[in-house]
C-alpha cells in the first residue's frame, strides 16, 4: 500500500504551520506521529495532497508544571501542560504522572504497542477524535482543558466541549492543538481508568470508563465523574450528583447505572450494543471502586 | 515529486532520492535493499517491520521518510557488526526462538530495545515489549526464553534472578522441557542442535520472496471484485492503461478457459474470471507497471461494470431448493458429500446406556502466516517458466503451473525462496503466481506480485466453517458403543483442497479412540465467499474440539473422570480402526498418564475456584498423507489419459540426493522438501548426518530450486519428518555404503564391520580414534568419481479401505497428544485468560526435541488463539469486516499462556530414526481443551466458535447470545493513536 502523491512542508514555528494549513486548505492535513494518518492515507480513508510536518515546530513537546503565576484562566494555575507533540511513551515516562495524574499511565500503558507509542502523540490521540481513543476518557474526569492556537491567536477551552462527533472537533481551519492542560486536581482525589479489549496486547478498547472522585475528610464522596470511551460517538462525561449519605456500594452502582444511561454504543465486529452497556456497567463500577479507594488513600 | 534526503542507517549517512509520500519501510526495502525489515501488515499491526528511531522501536511502515532526516535508524542488518551475533542474537538462535524468522528482525530490535533501557527486565516488562510483534509460529514461548536469558545472563554465567529457596546466585538457565532421553549411540538425531538457517534469519540476511528483485523486474497487482456474485458485463482498462508506467493489463478476456484448483476431478478456478465473479475477492484482472505504486494505483483504474446477482453466504441456506448456485456443476451447491457408515450404528445407540447428541459451530480461521504471499516469474529463452514463489508446495505449483500454460513439467522451474510460515494457505498454486507467469510471459520480463495483508483475507483458503451435529453413545462404563456426525462444511465459491477437508473432517475422529461404530454424513457446501482450504490439522480441529467437547459432557453425566473416560476408549498400537486405517505406534495412554500427573490434574479438577477453570482433551494426525493428490505419475494432465485408481504410489513422494564434496569435508543435501520455518532443513540434515556418520555441521541445504533438488510433495499433511526423512536416510546410508570399503581398507578389516560416527570410521577392536570419514571418501572420489547417494521413500502399498474416500486419512504412522489447560475467566465481562497448558506428545523418537516443543508450543498458541478469538467476519453482501491483523485478532505474547510442553517414549519403525509427525497433531486438543476449561470455570458450555466473552456472558446469564444483528461494515483503525 501507498500513500497519494504528497507534497509535505516543514514549517518551523506554529504561525508558519497554521497559515500553511489555512492556505492549502481541506486538501492539507497536519501530520504529528502519523500512526493514524499514514494508514488513512494508504487506506484512502482520508485524501490529501499536502502533509504539514508538526515536527520542527518548538514548544510543542515536553511534560511539564506550569508556573503558579496569575494565567488568564484562574482554573489552570499550577495546571500540567502535555505538549500535544508529546509521545504516548514519554508522557508514560513521566514524572509528573503521580498522584490521581497517574491514572494517565493506565491509558497509556494498555494503548496501541510500544512501537506506536513512541510515535503516535498526545494531541494526535485527542484531535484524531477516534472514539475509542484512550486519553480522552481519564483526561475529561481530570478536568482538562484544550490549549489551541493558529497564527491568529490562542485559546484554551475545556476538554469537554472539544469533541463535536467521531473524527470531528472544534478545531477551526488553521488552528492546531499546541497543548492539553491538567489542573491540579482537589486534594483527596482518586482516579482510575478501567478499559476492556478482546486482547491482551496491543488491542483498542471496545469499552473503557474513567473515573475520578474526590472525597471529605471523612471519606465520604464529595465529588465524582466518570467518562466513557468507545461506546458514544464522542467520548463522554458524565458528572455524577451529589448524592444522600449511602454505602459505597449503592453510590457504585449508582454511578454505574448512570454510565449505562449515558453510554450510546454500536454494533460492530468487536461487539453488540448490547454488550458493550454491560461492559460500561462493569468497567464504571471497577473505575469508581478504585478511584474511590485511591481518593481514601490520598494524602491531603 | 522526488526529494532528495539523507538519512543516518546504521551510522551511516544514506543519501537517497525519495518521495515524500514514500515510508521508511519502502524506503529501506526498495531504495537501500536492506530487506530485513519486512512487510508483513502495511499498517502498524504486526510489527515486522521494527526498526529503532534514535534507539526507541517503531514501525517503519507508519513513518514518512521525508520527516526523518537527522534521527538515528537501525536496522536488523546495523546490530551485528562483524558478521558476530549480539548475545541477545545468540540466545534467540541457541533457545529456538525463530523459526519461519519473518518476525525475527522486528522481535530482535524490539528486545534489543527494551535490554538497553532495562538490562535486567522483568518477564512483565519483556511481553509488554514484545507486544507489538506478532508472531505466529513460535507460540512465544521460546522467544520469552531468549530474551528472559539475556535479561537475566551475567558476566561470570550465573543468573541475575536469585534463587527462590534461598536467594543465591543460580546459574542461567531456562526451565526444562519435558524430553524423553535421546537413544545412545545417536550423534546427530536425537540432539537439540540450532536450525541451520537461524543466524540468516537473525540478522536479516535470509531473503523471502518480497525481499528479491531480478534484473529489469516490474510489479504488478491482481484486480478483485468488489462483490459476492455477479456477472461481468464490460471492462474498461483504458484509463489503467493511460496511466504513466502502466506496462500490460490483462483480463479474463486475455486467458485461456483453462481452469485450475486442487483436486483434480475439481478444477474450478479460472485464471482470471471471464464471465462471472463468485465472491468478493475473486480476481478480475491483473495489473503490470514499473513500480508497485503505480500498478495499485492502475488497479484501482480498471473500471469493471458487474450485473449483480443475488448471493448465498450460509451453508446451511446454500444446500435449500432454490438457492442460487455458485457452480452449476454442483447440485444444492454441495461439491463433495461424505457417508461413511461402518457397524451397525443405529442398534448400537439403541443398546448404549447413555446417548446424547450436541450441535456445534466452527469459525472461519485463517492462517495468517506473518509473510504475505507472493510471486516473481520470468521465462527462459528456452520457454522455461522460473517462478519464485513464497509457497509450502513447490511441487503441486510445479504440477499446475505446468497444466496451466500446457508446458512439460521439465520446463517449470519453482525456486522457494525462505517462507515466512504457510499452516496451509501456501499449499495451494494461487492467483498470484498464475497472474505473474502470465503477464512475464507477455512483457518479456520478471514480474513479481505480492499479496497485501487484505488481499490476503481476500484469497483466504484458511479453515472451513462446520456446522457439526455429533451424537455420541457410551456403555455403562464410559465405553464408546457408536458415535454418529452430520456436518455441513462451508466451503467458500472453489472447491480448492475442500474435497479432502470434508473426509478429513469424518476419516481422523476414529483414530483415537476405540469406535465399533461409525456413521459420518459431511457435506462440503458451495458460498458466495472465498474459498476455504487446508489449515493446519486439515478438516480435523473443529469435529475434533466437538467430540473431545461431547466426550467431556458425556464423562460428567456419568460421573466418570475425563482423563479417565479417554483411557478407556483409548486407542492402542497395531489396531486397524473401524474405517480401516492401520495404527502403528501409538503412546496415547502414555500421553493421558503424563498429563494427569504434570497437570496435577486430580488435585485441580472440580476443585478451582469459580472463574477457574482446568479442561483436558487429545488428538492426534497422520504422519503424512497415503496417497498423492493427483493420480498417476508425474506428467502433463492433458497427456494423461483416464487414470485408475491403484491402492499404492505411482512414484516416490519423496527423494533426496547428498553429493560430497571432493575433499570428503561437506556433504550437500538436495531435496526439494519445503523449509516454510517448521524446522525440515535442519531435522533433514540431522537425518542425513547421521545416516553417513558426520557431524551435522557438515550438511548444507539445497532444496529451494527445483532445478536441483528433486521432487519431493512438500509440507502438507505432516508429512516430511517422516517421508522425506526416509529418503534423506536412505541416500545418507548409500553414501555411507559406498565410502565403506575405502575405510575398511584404511582399517584392514571387512567393509560390514565398519561403523560411520562423528565423521570418523571404527572398526571394533580397532583404533579407538578410528580413520577419518573425509579420507575415505577423497578415495572414493580419486577412483569413481562424484561421490553421491540417492535415496526416495514411498509410502506402502495397500493403505485404506476399499471403500470410496478410503485414502483420505491413511498414513504410515499416526502421532497421538493430550493436553490440559488451565483458564482465568472473568465472570462480570466473560473475558478468558488462557494461563497454562501441560502438553504430552507421542511424535515418535523426535529428531530435535527443541524443534518439537517449538512446534508444539506454536499450536498450542495458534490454537488456543482459534479458539477465543479468531473468526473471519463477512457482512451481508459478502464483504469481509475484519480482513486486516487490527479487526482479525490472533494472540499476542501478552495473551499467550505459560506451556509446558513433554515428548513421551515412542518409537515408529516407519519413521526415519524412530519419527513421526508433531506439527499439526499438536493443534487437535488444543481447542477442546480450552472449551472445557472455560466450562469447568463457568458452569457453562459453549458450543460455537469462538468461544468470546460476549457468548460467555450471554451464557452466564441465561439468555442466547444477541440475536444476528446488523454488524457495522466499517472497521475501526488501529487506534485510538495519534
Redo the contacts between chains.
Sequence with gaps: MHLPDVTIHHPASLAEASATLRRLGPRARALAGGTDLVVDLKTRRVDADHLVSLARVPHLRGVERAPLGAPANGDLAGALRIGALTTIAQLDRSPELRGSLSALREATRDMAATQVRHTATVGGNIAGAVPCADLPPVLLVLGAWVEIASDSGTRTLPLVSFFTGPRQTLLAPGELLTAILVPPPPTRTGAAYARFSLREGNAIAVASVAAAVTVDDAGRIARASLALGAVAPVPRLVELPPGPERSDDDAIADAARRAVAASDPINDIRGSAEYRRELVRVLAGRAMRSALERAREARP | ?TIACTLTVNDEPRPVAI?????LL?VLRDRLRLTGAKKGC????C?AC?VL?DG????A????A??LEGRRITTIEGLARGGTLTGLQRAFVEEGAIQCGYCTPGMVL?AA?LLARHPEATREQV???????LCRCTGYTAILRAVERCANARPDGTCARRSAEDGRPTPCQCPPRGDAPARPGLASVGHSVPRVDAADKVTGRALYTADLSLPDMVHAKVVLSPIAHGRIRRIDASRARALPGVLDVITGADVTENTYGVSPARYDEELLARAKVRHVGDPVAAVAAID??TA??AAALVEVEYEELPAVLDALEAVKPGAPLVHDRYERNVNTHVAHDFGDVDAAFAASHAVREEVFTGNFVYQCPMEPQAAIAHWDHDGTLVLHSATQAPHYVQYMMAHVFHVPLGKVRVIRPHVGGGFGVKAATNPLEVCAALLARRLGRPVRIVF?REDMFHYYRGRHKQHMRFKLGLDRGGRITAFSSEIHLDGGAYSSFGVATAYYAGSMIPTLYKIPNYRYNGYRVMTHKPACGAMRGHGVPQPRFAFECLLNMMADDLGIDPIEIRRRNAMTPHTRTVNDLDIGSCEFLATLDAVERDSAWREKYGRLPKGRGIGVASGGFVSGAGYCIYRGQVQMTHEKGPEKFQKKSIFPHANAVIRVTEDGMAAILMIGAAEIGQGSDTILSQIAAEAMGIPHTRLRMKSQDSDIAPLDLGSYSSRVTLMAGNAVAAAGAAVADKIRPYAAAMLGCAPPAVRFAHGRAFVEGGPPEGVAWEEAARRYFNEHGPLVGTGCYKPPEGLGGDFKGATVGTSPAYSFGTAACEVAVDL??G?V?VQRFTDYHDCGTPINPQQVHGQVEGAIVMSASETI?EDV?FDDKGRV??PNL??Y?I?????APEIFSGIVESYEPRGPFGAKEIGEGATLPVLGAVAHAIANATGVWIKDLPI???KI??ALHGSP??AP????P?????????
Excluded: F, W, Y
Aim: charged share 30%.
Design positions: 515529486m518521495e515524500p509520500g514514500d515510508t519502502d502495511d499498517v502498524g499491526d510489527g521494527t528511531l526507541e522501536p517503531v514501525n511502515c507508519l513513518l514518512l521525508a520527516t524490539s530495545a511481553k509488554d515489549a514484545l507486544a507489538g510483534n508497485e505504486k495499485e494505483r497485501s462480570d465481562t473475558k485468560r478469538l467476519q469486516l475484519n487490527h479487526g485478532l494472540m499476542t505474547i501478552k495473551d468470546t466473552p460476549e456472558l450471554a447470545p444477541a444483528r446488523h454488524r457495522s466499517t472497521c475501526l483503525p488501529t487506534a485510538s493513536k495519534g
